[in-house]
Protein backbone atom coordinates (compact mmCIF):
# COMPACT_ATOMS: atom_id res chain seq x y z
CA UNK A 1 0.00 0.00 0.00
CA UNK A 2 1.38 3.41 -0.80
CA UNK A 3 1.28 6.08 1.65
CA UNK A 4 1.86 9.91 1.71
CA UNK A 5 3.32 10.10 4.84
CA UNK A 6 2.42 13.99 5.33
CA UNK A 7 -0.98 13.44 4.33
CA UNK A 8 -1.51 10.70 7.00
CA UNK A 9 0.84 12.72 9.61
CA UNK A 10 -1.32 15.56 9.09
CA UNK A 11 -4.41 13.65 9.51
CA UNK A 12 -3.48 12.27 12.56
CA UNK A 13 -2.23 15.21 14.27
CA UNK A 14 -5.55 16.54 13.50
CA UNK A 15 -7.79 13.84 14.99
CA UNK A 16 -5.42 13.50 18.41
CA UNK A 17 -5.87 17.53 18.48
CA UNK A 18 -9.87 16.75 18.52
CA UNK A 19 -9.43 14.47 20.77
CA UNK A 20 -8.20 16.73 23.56
CA UNK A 21 -6.28 16.28 27.00
CA UNK A 22 -8.98 14.09 28.33
CA UNK A 23 -9.66 12.07 25.34
CA UNK A 24 -13.70 12.69 25.32
CA UNK A 25 -14.05 15.63 22.66
CA UNK A 26 -17.55 14.75 22.10
CA UNK A 27 -20.74 16.49 22.71
CA UNK A 28 -22.80 15.29 25.72
CA UNK A 29 -26.16 16.04 25.73
CA UNK A 30 -28.10 17.99 28.73
CA UNK A 31 -30.41 16.85 30.61
CA UNK A 32 -28.35 13.60 31.73
CA UNK A 33 -28.98 10.55 29.95
CA UNK A 34 -25.59 9.21 27.69
CA UNK A 35 -26.61 9.44 23.98
CA UNK A 36 -24.14 11.66 22.20
CA UNK A 37 -21.48 10.87 24.17
CA UNK A 38 -20.43 8.12 21.93
CA UNK A 39 -18.83 5.73 23.97
CA UNK A 40 -16.35 8.46 25.81
CA UNK A 41 -16.84 7.53 29.67
CA UNK A 42 -13.99 8.76 32.32
CA UNK A 43 -16.42 7.04 35.16
CA UNK A 44 -16.94 3.35 35.35
CA UNK A 45 -20.63 3.39 36.72
CA UNK A 46 -21.61 5.98 34.26
CA UNK A 47 -20.06 3.56 31.50
CA UNK A 48 -21.69 0.60 32.10
CA UNK A 49 -25.11 2.60 32.94
CA UNK A 50 -24.44 3.65 29.46
CA UNK A 51 -23.97 -0.01 28.82
CA UNK A 52 -26.78 -1.38 29.99
CA UNK A 53 -29.20 1.25 28.48
CA UNK A 54 -27.81 0.37 25.23
CA UNK A 55 -28.28 -3.12 25.66
CA UNK A 56 -31.84 -2.86 26.99
CA UNK A 57 -31.89 -1.03 23.07
CA UNK A 58 -30.61 -4.00 21.71
CA UNK A 59 -32.24 -7.26 23.13
CA UNK A 60 -35.78 -5.09 21.38
CA UNK A 61 -33.73 -5.17 18.15
CA UNK A 62 -33.64 -7.56 15.10
CA UNK A 63 -30.62 -10.18 13.94
CA UNK A 64 -30.70 -7.78 10.59
CA UNK A 65 -30.10 -4.69 13.27
CA UNK A 66 -27.40 -6.82 14.79
CA UNK A 67 -25.65 -7.19 10.87
CA UNK A 68 -26.23 -3.11 10.49
CA UNK A 69 -24.84 -2.70 13.13
CA UNK A 70 -21.54 -4.70 12.98
CA UNK A 71 -21.30 -3.49 9.64
CA UNK A 72 -20.90 -0.27 10.72
CA UNK A 73 -18.13 -1.37 13.07
CA UNK A 74 -16.19 -3.58 9.65
CA UNK A 75 -16.77 -0.86 6.98
CA UNK A 76 -15.11 1.81 9.49
CA UNK A 77 -12.23 -0.61 10.29
CA UNK A 78 -11.69 -1.17 6.65
CA UNK A 79 -12.34 1.92 4.87
CA UNK A 80 -10.83 3.89 7.28
CA UNK A 81 -7.97 1.68 8.45
CA UNK A 82 -5.03 3.68 6.79
CA UNK A 83 -5.62 6.36 9.34
CA UNK A 84 -6.31 4.55 12.02
CA UNK A 85 -3.88 2.46 11.79
CA UNK A 86 -1.42 5.10 11.33
CA UNK A 87 -2.55 6.49 14.56
CA UNK A 88 -1.80 3.59 16.47
CA UNK A 89 1.30 3.24 15.64
CA UNK A 90 2.02 6.94 16.09
CA UNK A 91 0.56 6.29 19.41
CA UNK A 92 1.76 3.14 20.59
CA UNK A 93 5.22 3.25 18.71
CA UNK A 94 5.69 -0.61 18.60
CA UNK A 95 5.45 -2.20 15.63
CA UNK A 96 5.14 -1.96 11.83
CA UNK A 97 2.83 0.95 10.37
CA UNK A 98 1.60 -1.76 7.34
CA UNK A 99 0.76 -4.43 9.65
CA UNK A 100 -1.26 -2.36 11.95
CA UNK A 101 -3.24 -1.17 8.97
CA UNK A 102 -3.71 -4.62 7.46
CA UNK A 103 -4.63 -6.21 11.00
CA UNK A 104 -7.75 -3.11 11.09
CA UNK A 105 -8.42 -4.41 7.57
CA UNK A 106 -8.36 -7.82 7.96
CA UNK A 107 -10.28 -8.00 11.38
CA UNK A 108 -12.94 -5.85 9.89
CA UNK A 109 -13.45 -8.55 7.24
CA UNK A 110 -13.13 -11.60 9.10
CA UNK A 111 -14.64 -11.62 12.64
CA UNK A 112 -17.26 -13.86 12.96
CA UNK A 113 -20.29 -12.33 13.34
CA UNK A 114 -24.25 -12.58 13.26
CA UNK A 115 -23.52 -15.38 10.53
CA UNK A 116 -21.71 -17.39 13.34
CA UNK A 117 -24.91 -17.95 15.41
CA UNK A 118 -27.02 -20.61 15.11
CA UNK A 119 -29.52 -22.79 17.89
CA UNK A 120 -29.31 -26.89 18.20
CA UNK A 121 -32.43 -28.76 18.43
CA UNK A 122 -32.81 -32.10 19.69
CA UNK A 123 -35.93 -33.71 18.27
CA UNK A 124 -37.75 -37.34 19.82
CA UNK A 125 -40.87 -39.52 21.08
CA UNK A 126 -41.64 -36.22 23.67
CA UNK A 127 -41.35 -33.63 21.39
CA UNK A 128 -38.63 -30.81 20.56
CA UNK A 129 -36.05 -29.09 22.79
CA UNK A 130 -34.40 -25.76 21.43
CA UNK A 131 -31.02 -24.78 22.30
CA UNK A 132 -30.83 -21.05 21.76
CA UNK A 133 -27.53 -19.01 22.62
CA UNK A 134 -28.63 -15.99 24.25
CA UNK A 135 -26.09 -12.68 25.15
CA UNK A 136 -25.03 -11.89 28.62
CA UNK A 137 -25.47 -8.23 28.49
CA UNK A 138 -22.62 -6.21 29.65
CA UNK A 139 -19.07 -7.38 29.29
CA UNK A 140 -16.58 -6.01 30.70
CA UNK A 141 -12.87 -6.21 27.92
CA UNK A 142 -9.80 -5.31 28.87
CA UNK A 143 -7.64 -4.70 25.46
CA UNK A 144 -3.47 -5.22 25.18
CA UNK A 145 -1.49 -2.06 23.62
CA UNK A 146 0.09 -4.30 20.97
CA UNK A 147 -3.41 -4.41 19.24
CA UNK A 148 -5.05 -2.06 20.82
CA UNK A 149 -8.36 -0.97 18.29
CA UNK A 150 -7.79 -4.02 16.02
CA UNK A 151 -8.90 -6.18 19.64
CA UNK A 152 -11.67 -3.78 19.78
CA UNK A 153 -13.16 -4.36 16.05
CA UNK A 154 -12.70 -8.18 17.18
CA UNK A 155 -14.33 -7.91 20.62
CA UNK A 156 -16.67 -5.96 19.58
CA UNK A 157 -18.20 -7.43 16.12
CA UNK A 158 -18.75 -10.85 18.09
CA UNK A 159 -19.92 -9.13 21.51
CA UNK A 160 -22.37 -7.38 19.69
CA UNK A 161 -23.16 -10.32 17.17
CA UNK A 162 -24.27 -12.25 20.21
CA UNK A 163 -26.52 -9.54 21.41
CA UNK A 164 -24.26 -7.91 24.23
CA UNK A 165 -22.68 -4.49 24.71
CA UNK A 166 -19.06 -3.72 25.97
CA UNK A 167 -17.29 -1.47 28.58
CA UNK A 168 -13.56 -1.48 27.64
CA UNK A 169 -10.66 -0.54 29.55
CA UNK A 170 -8.00 -0.24 27.26
CA UNK A 171 -4.13 -0.29 27.43
CA UNK A 172 -3.25 3.68 28.69
CA UNK A 173 -0.43 3.35 25.72
CA UNK A 174 -3.02 2.84 23.02
CA UNK A 175 -6.36 4.92 24.80
CA UNK A 176 -6.30 7.68 22.14
CA UNK A 177 -6.64 5.44 18.74
CA UNK A 178 -8.71 3.16 21.17
CA UNK A 179 -10.85 6.49 21.82
CA UNK A 180 -11.12 7.37 17.91
CA UNK A 181 -12.51 4.02 16.83
CA UNK A 182 -14.71 3.87 19.48
CA UNK A 183 -16.08 6.94 18.91
CA UNK A 184 -16.52 6.68 15.00
CA UNK A 185 -18.16 2.94 15.54
CA UNK A 186 -20.51 4.40 18.16
CA UNK A 187 -21.57 7.78 15.55
CA UNK A 188 -21.76 5.88 12.66
CA UNK A 189 -24.34 3.24 14.99
CA UNK A 190 -26.20 6.18 16.29
CA UNK A 191 -26.81 7.69 13.29
CA UNK A 192 -28.28 4.68 11.49
CA UNK A 193 -30.27 2.70 13.84
CA UNK A 194 -30.56 5.47 16.97
CA UNK A 195 -28.74 3.30 19.38
CA UNK A 196 -25.78 4.69 21.28
CA UNK A 197 -23.26 3.71 23.44
CA UNK A 198 -22.87 0.14 22.32
CA UNK A 199 -19.26 0.20 23.10
CA UNK A 200 -18.23 1.93 25.92
CA UNK A 201 -14.79 3.06 26.64
CA UNK A 202 -12.52 4.51 29.67
CA UNK A 203 -10.73 7.24 27.94
CA UNK A 204 -8.31 7.61 31.26
CA UNK A 205 -7.78 3.89 31.91
CA UNK A 206 -5.91 2.97 34.91
CA UNK A 207 -5.67 -0.40 37.01
CA UNK A 208 -8.00 1.28 39.32
CA UNK A 209 -10.72 1.52 36.33
CA UNK A 210 -10.03 -2.02 35.35
CA UNK A 211 -10.84 -3.29 38.96
CA UNK A 212 -14.18 -1.72 38.83
CA UNK A 213 -15.18 -3.11 35.61
CA UNK A 214 -13.84 -6.52 37.23
CA UNK A 215 -16.50 -5.68 39.84
CA UNK A 216 -19.38 -3.78 39.30
CA UNK A 217 -22.22 -5.77 39.35
CA UNK A 218 -24.00 -5.24 36.05
CA UNK A 219 -21.02 -6.73 34.04
CA UNK A 220 -22.13 -10.18 33.75
CA UNK A 221 -19.15 -11.27 31.79
CA UNK A 222 -15.55 -10.09 31.59
CA UNK A 223 -13.06 -10.79 28.19
CA UNK A 224 -9.18 -9.95 28.93
CA UNK A 225 -6.74 -9.84 26.57
CA UNK A 226 -3.01 -9.52 27.81
CA UNK A 227 -0.34 -10.92 29.44
CA UNK A 228 0.58 -12.46 33.30
CA UNK A 229 -0.59 -9.98 35.36
CA UNK A 230 -3.97 -9.16 33.66
CA UNK A 231 -4.71 -12.71 33.13
CA UNK A 232 -3.96 -13.45 37.05
CA UNK A 233 -6.02 -10.63 37.79
CA UNK A 234 -9.48 -11.47 35.91
CA UNK A 235 -8.96 -15.32 37.28
CA UNK A 236 -9.30 -14.42 40.75
CA UNK A 237 -12.59 -12.51 40.28
CA UNK A 238 -15.90 -13.88 41.28
CA UNK A 239 -17.66 -13.71 38.14
CA UNK A 240 -16.74 -15.55 34.82
CA UNK A 241 -13.28 -14.65 32.53
CA UNK A 242 -12.70 -15.25 28.89
CA UNK A 243 -8.59 -14.97 29.64
CA UNK A 244 -7.16 -14.50 26.74
CA UNK A 245 -3.28 -14.56 28.26
CA UNK A 246 0.10 -14.62 27.06
CA UNK A 247 2.04 -17.20 24.87
CA UNK A 248 5.85 -18.05 24.31
CA UNK A 249 5.42 -20.06 20.62
CA UNK A 250 8.19 -22.33 20.10
CA UNK A 251 8.92 -23.89 16.59
CA UNK A 252 10.41 -27.21 16.48
CA UNK A 253 12.53 -28.07 12.47
CA UNK A 254 13.34 -31.76 12.21
CA UNK A 255 15.48 -33.31 9.76
CA UNK A 256 12.46 -34.11 7.19
CA UNK A 257 11.62 -30.57 7.29
CA UNK A 258 11.48 -29.08 3.84
CA UNK A 259 14.07 -26.15 5.10
CA UNK A 260 13.56 -23.04 2.87
CA UNK A 261 9.54 -23.20 3.53
CA UNK A 262 9.84 -23.45 7.08
CA UNK A 263 12.66 -20.37 6.86
CA UNK A 264 9.94 -18.35 4.74
CA UNK A 265 7.13 -19.28 7.11
CA UNK A 266 9.14 -18.68 10.78
CA UNK A 267 10.15 -14.90 9.19
CA UNK A 268 6.76 -14.44 8.00
CA UNK A 269 5.08 -15.38 11.52
CA UNK A 270 8.10 -13.90 13.96
CA UNK A 271 8.70 -10.71 11.91
CA UNK A 272 4.85 -9.45 11.46
CA UNK A 273 4.25 -6.24 13.31
CA UNK A 274 8.06 -6.84 14.64
CA UNK A 275 6.43 -10.50 16.89
CA UNK A 276 4.23 -8.63 18.48
CA UNK A 277 1.86 -11.33 18.11
CA UNK A 278 1.06 -13.45 20.98
CA UNK A 279 1.25 -16.54 18.49
CA UNK A 280 4.38 -15.06 16.67
CA UNK A 281 7.28 -17.43 16.62
CA UNK A 282 9.33 -16.73 19.41
CA UNK A 283 12.17 -19.34 19.96
CA UNK A 284 13.48 -22.29 17.53
CA UNK A 285 14.68 -25.98 17.91
CA UNK A 286 16.72 -27.22 15.19
CA UNK A 287 17.74 -31.09 14.85
CA UNK A 288 21.19 -30.99 14.87
CA UNK A 289 21.15 -32.97 11.29
CA UNK A 290 19.47 -30.06 10.06
CA UNK A 291 20.56 -27.41 12.27
CA UNK A 292 23.68 -25.55 9.72
CA UNK A 293 21.24 -26.31 7.22
CA UNK A 294 18.42 -24.38 8.43
CA UNK A 295 20.83 -21.44 9.38
CA UNK A 296 21.67 -20.67 5.80
CA UNK A 297 17.91 -21.09 4.61
CA UNK A 298 17.05 -18.48 7.14
CA UNK A 299 19.77 -16.11 5.61
CA UNK A 300 18.22 -17.14 1.86
CA UNK A 301 15.03 -16.20 2.94
CA UNK A 302 16.20 -12.90 3.85
CA UNK A 303 16.70 -12.95 7.19
CA UNK A 304 20.16 -11.98 9.14
CA UNK A 305 22.50 -14.23 11.59
CA UNK A 306 24.03 -12.17 14.11
CA UNK A 307 27.91 -14.27 15.25
CA UNK A 308 27.74 -15.55 18.96
CA UNK A 309 29.37 -12.40 20.40
CA UNK A 310 26.27 -10.42 18.56
CA UNK A 311 24.07 -12.56 20.22
CA UNK A 312 25.77 -11.77 23.05
CA UNK A 313 25.94 -8.25 23.40
CA UNK A 314 22.35 -8.33 21.72
CA UNK A 315 20.83 -10.13 25.28
CA UNK A 316 22.53 -7.82 27.33
CA UNK A 317 20.52 -4.86 26.22
CA UNK A 318 17.73 -6.31 24.93
CA UNK A 319 16.72 -8.11 28.15
CA UNK A 320 16.56 -6.52 31.57
CA UNK A 321 14.97 -7.42 34.71
CA UNK A 322 12.24 -6.61 36.98
CA UNK A 323 10.97 -7.58 40.43
CA UNK A 324 12.29 -8.26 43.83
CA UNK A 325 13.70 -11.56 45.39
CA UNK A 326 11.60 -14.43 44.43
CA UNK A 327 9.51 -12.54 42.04
CA UNK A 328 12.60 -11.13 39.78
CA UNK A 329 12.30 -12.48 36.62
CA UNK A 330 13.43 -11.02 32.63
CA UNK A 331 11.63 -8.39 30.72
CA UNK A 332 12.22 -7.65 27.16
CA UNK A 333 13.57 -4.11 27.51
CA UNK A 334 11.71 -1.17 26.34
CA UNK A 335 13.89 0.48 24.27
CA UNK A 336 13.41 -2.81 21.69
CA UNK A 337 10.29 -3.93 21.81
CA UNK A 338 8.30 -3.94 19.18
CA UNK A 339 11.03 -2.25 17.28
CA UNK A 340 12.36 -2.60 13.45
CA UNK A 341 15.46 -5.33 12.76
CA UNK A 342 17.67 -2.73 12.25
CA UNK A 343 17.26 -0.75 15.12
CA UNK A 344 17.41 -3.79 17.34
CA UNK A 345 20.99 -4.36 15.16
CA UNK A 346 22.00 -0.82 15.84
CA UNK A 347 21.50 -1.53 19.61
CA UNK A 348 24.80 -3.04 19.33
CA UNK A 349 26.51 -1.17 16.64
CA UNK A 350 25.72 -3.23 13.59
CA UNK A 351 24.36 -1.44 10.34
CA UNK A 352 21.98 -3.55 8.20
CA UNK A 353 19.05 -2.76 5.42
CA UNK A 354 16.01 -1.15 7.08
CA UNK A 355 14.25 -4.23 4.73
CA UNK A 356 15.57 -7.09 7.00
CA UNK A 357 12.36 -8.27 8.78
CA UNK A 358 13.84 -10.17 11.42
CA UNK A 359 17.52 -11.10 13.36
CA UNK A 360 18.14 -14.43 14.51
CA UNK A 361 21.36 -16.57 15.94
CA UNK A 362 22.19 -19.66 17.88
CA UNK A 363 21.73 -19.46 21.25
CA UNK A 364 21.68 -22.57 23.61
CA UNK A 365 18.58 -23.47 25.89
CA UNK A 366 19.35 -21.01 28.72
CA UNK A 367 19.65 -17.99 26.94
CA UNK A 368 17.19 -15.51 28.11
CA UNK A 369 15.03 -14.88 24.62
CA UNK A 370 14.44 -18.33 25.04
CA UNK A 371 12.23 -18.37 27.99
CA UNK A 372 11.04 -14.48 27.45
CA UNK A 373 7.89 -13.83 25.02
CA UNK A 374 10.11 -10.85 23.49
CA UNK A 375 8.06 -9.25 21.05
CA UNK A 376 10.75 -7.87 19.16
CA UNK A 377 12.43 -9.16 16.03
CA UNK A 378 14.80 -11.54 17.02
CA UNK A 379 14.92 -15.25 17.27
CA UNK A 380 17.17 -17.78 19.05
CA UNK A 381 17.54 -21.13 17.48
CA UNK A 382 18.64 -23.91 19.74
CA UNK A 383 20.44 -26.81 18.64
CA UNK A 384 18.63 -30.14 19.46
CA UNK A 385 20.02 -34.04 19.61
CA UNK A 386 17.12 -35.79 18.11
CA UNK A 387 13.14 -34.42 18.03
CA UNK A 388 12.30 -35.65 20.96
CA UNK A 389 15.22 -33.17 22.96
CA UNK A 390 13.74 -30.46 20.74
CA UNK A 391 10.08 -31.11 21.70
CA UNK A 392 10.94 -31.53 25.26
CA UNK A 393 12.87 -28.21 25.12
CA UNK A 394 9.76 -26.77 23.37
CA UNK A 395 7.86 -27.46 25.84
CA UNK A 396 9.98 -25.55 28.75
CA UNK A 397 9.92 -23.25 26.75
CA UNK A 398 6.29 -22.65 26.39
CA UNK A 399 5.63 -22.34 30.43
CA UNK A 400 2.61 -24.42 29.92
CA UNK A 401 0.74 -21.58 28.76
CA UNK A 402 -0.64 -23.93 26.52
CA UNK A 403 -1.17 -21.00 23.77
CA UNK A 404 0.82 -21.92 20.30
CA UNK A 405 3.02 -24.30 18.56
CA UNK A 406 4.36 -24.91 15.39
CA UNK A 407 6.54 -27.82 13.88
CA UNK A 408 8.16 -28.05 10.39
CA UNK A 409 8.42 -31.85 9.54
CA UNK A 410 7.12 -34.25 6.95
CA UNK A 411 6.90 -37.42 9.51
CA UNK A 412 3.34 -37.53 11.14
CA UNK A 413 4.77 -39.83 13.86
CA UNK A 414 7.39 -36.49 15.09
CA UNK A 415 4.15 -33.79 14.54
CA UNK A 416 1.57 -36.09 16.26
CA UNK A 417 4.19 -36.59 19.21
CA UNK A 418 4.41 -32.55 19.69
CA UNK A 419 0.69 -31.80 19.50
CA UNK A 420 0.21 -34.65 22.06
CA UNK A 421 3.44 -33.18 24.05
CA UNK A 422 2.27 -29.29 23.59
CA UNK A 423 -1.23 -29.38 24.36
CA UNK A 424 -1.32 -26.32 22.76
CA UNK A 425 -4.64 -24.27 21.60
CA UNK A 426 -3.08 -23.82 18.11
CA UNK A 427 -0.90 -26.16 16.76
CA UNK A 428 0.41 -25.32 13.08
CA UNK A 429 2.21 -27.85 10.79
CA UNK A 430 4.33 -26.34 7.79
CA UNK A 431 3.15 -22.83 7.73
CA UNK A 432 3.18 -19.51 9.63
CA UNK A 433 2.08 -19.30 12.85
CA UNK A 434 -0.83 -16.87 11.72
CA UNK A 435 -2.01 -19.98 9.58
CA UNK A 436 -3.48 -21.03 12.47
CA UNK A 437 -5.90 -18.29 12.82
CA UNK A 438 -7.55 -18.94 9.35
CA UNK A 439 -5.04 -16.26 7.56
CA UNK A 440 -3.30 -18.55 5.08
CA UNK A 441 -5.04 -21.40 6.85
CA UNK A 442 -8.22 -22.62 7.27
CA UNK A 443 -10.55 -21.53 9.93
CA UNK A 444 -11.97 -18.11 11.38
CA UNK A 445 -9.91 -15.70 12.60
CA UNK A 446 -9.54 -13.99 16.54
CA UNK A 447 -7.03 -11.90 17.96
CA UNK A 448 -8.10 -12.92 21.85
CA UNK A 449 -7.31 -16.57 22.21
CA UNK A 450 -8.72 -17.87 25.27
CA UNK A 451 -6.16 -20.03 26.41
CA UNK A 452 -5.95 -20.62 30.30
CA UNK A 453 -10.23 -20.61 30.74
CA UNK A 454 -10.22 -22.95 26.96
CA UNK A 455 -12.49 -21.27 24.98
CA UNK A 456 -9.82 -20.82 22.44
CA UNK A 457 -10.06 -18.12 19.40
CA UNK A 458 -13.20 -15.97 20.70
CA UNK A 459 -16.41 -16.42 18.09
CA UNK A 460 -19.69 -14.86 18.79
CA UNK A 461 -20.71 -17.97 20.51
CA UNK A 462 -17.92 -17.70 23.02
CA UNK A 463 -19.81 -14.79 24.73
CA UNK A 464 -23.51 -16.48 24.85
CA UNK A 465 -25.46 -18.18 27.67
CA UNK A 466 -27.47 -21.31 26.91
CA UNK A 467 -31.57 -21.15 27.03
CA UNK A 468 -33.53 -24.44 25.97
CA UNK A 469 -37.27 -24.33 25.03
CA UNK A 470 -39.33 -27.15 25.54
CA UNK A 471 -42.01 -28.30 23.56
CA UNK A 472 -43.53 -31.55 25.09
CA UNK A 473 -45.12 -34.21 22.97
CA UNK A 474 -45.76 -32.18 20.28
CA UNK A 475 -44.55 -30.65 17.18
CA UNK A 476 -41.97 -33.30 16.13
CA UNK A 477 -43.72 -34.10 12.56
CA UNK A 478 -41.77 -37.53 11.89
CA UNK A 479 -42.81 -41.17 12.82
CA UNK A 480 -46.01 -41.93 14.56
P1 LIG B 1 -0.35 -6.24 29.42
O1 LIG B 1 -0.62 -7.45 30.24
O2 LIG B 1 0.72 -5.32 29.85
O3 LIG B 1 -1.68 -5.36 29.32
C1 LIG B 1 -2.88 -5.88 28.82
C2 LIG B 1 -4.05 -5.10 29.39
O4 LIG B 1 -4.21 -5.45 30.75
C3 LIG B 1 -3.86 -3.59 29.37
O5 LIG B 1 -5.09 -2.96 29.12
C4 LIG B 1 -3.35 -3.28 30.78
O6 LIG B 1 -3.62 -1.97 31.15
C5 LIG B 1 -4.17 -4.28 31.59
N1 LIG B 1 -3.61 -4.73 32.86
C6 LIG B 1 -2.35 -5.12 33.11
N2 LIG B 1 -2.24 -5.56 34.39
C7 LIG B 1 -3.48 -5.45 34.95
C8 LIG B 1 -4.03 -5.77 36.23
N3 LIG B 1 -3.30 -6.27 37.21
N4 LIG B 1 -5.36 -5.55 36.41
C9 LIG B 1 -6.13 -5.05 35.43
N5 LIG B 1 -5.67 -4.73 34.19
C10 LIG B 1 -4.35 -4.94 33.96
O7 LIG B 1 -0.08 -6.77 27.95
P2 LIG B 1 0.26 -5.95 26.62
O8 LIG B 1 1.71 -5.63 26.59
O9 LIG B 1 -0.71 -4.87 26.44
O10 LIG B 1 -0.03 -7.09 25.54
C11 LIG B 1 0.87 -8.14 25.28
C12 LIG B 1 0.52 -9.38 26.05
O11 LIG B 1 -0.81 -9.80 25.75
C13 LIG B 1 1.42 -10.54 25.67
O12 LIG B 1 1.71 -11.30 26.81
C14 LIG B 1 0.58 -11.33 24.68
O13 LIG B 1 0.93 -12.69 24.59
C15 LIG B 1 -0.79 -11.15 25.26
N6 LIG B 1 -1.83 -11.27 24.23
C16 LIG B 1 -2.60 -12.39 24.22
C17 LIG B 1 -3.57 -12.55 23.25
C18 LIG B 1 -4.41 -13.77 23.16
O14 LIG B 1 -5.30 -13.80 22.32
N7 LIG B 1 -4.21 -14.80 23.97
C19 LIG B 1 -3.76 -11.55 22.28
C20 LIG B 1 -2.96 -10.42 22.33
C21 LIG B 1 -1.99 -10.28 23.33
Redesign the pocket.
Known amino acids: MQLNETVIRNVVEEVLSRLGSNGAGVPVVAGGGYQGRFGMFTCVDEAVAAARDAFDQLSRRTMDDRKRIIDHIRRISIDQCVELGTMEMEETKIGRLEHKIEKLKVLGERTPGVEFMRSEVFSGDHGLAVIEHAPFGVIGA??????SLPTITGNAVSMIAAGNTLVI????SGRRVAAEGVRRFNEAIYRDLGIDNLICLITE?T?ET??AIFKHRDVALLCV???P??AR?AMRQAKRAIV????NPPVVVDETADLDRAARSIIQGAAYDNNLL?ISEKQVFVVDRVFDAMMAAMERAGAVRLSASEVEAFTKVAITSVGEGGRKHDVPSRDFLGKDAAVLAAGIGKTISPNVELIYGETDESNPFVPV?QMMPFLPFVRSRDVDEAIEMAYRSEHGFR?TAMIHSKNVDNMTKMGKVMDTTLFVKNGPSMAGLGLGGEGYLS???A?PTGEGPTTPLTFTRERRCSMIDNLRILGK
Open positions: ITPVTHNPHPPLADTGGGVAAGPGCEHFSIT
